[in-house]
């Protein structure tokens, strides 16, 4: 199915909402670009609130969390 951008404007608002202010490092970008495009989780609107889960532990693992 088609994503329009009406829909990615819809998901990262619910996804923003369940994680808070998020950043990513320029190394963990990609990790983050990953999942956040290609996964079940972060693809289908019933399974957000994982998505941003995920996105969280991502956010706060030792990958990420290098200065």
Known sequence: SEIFPRDLN???KF???FTGPVTF???CS???HRLYHNTRDCS???YYKRCARLLKRLAVSPLC???
């Open 65 to 67: 969390s290098q200065t």
């Open 10 to 12: 819809l998901k990262d």
């Open 15 to 17: 996804i923003k909402h």
């Open 30 to 32: 990609k990790h983050f």
């Open 44 to 46: 289908t609107p019933a």
């Open 25 to 27: 490092s320029a190394e």
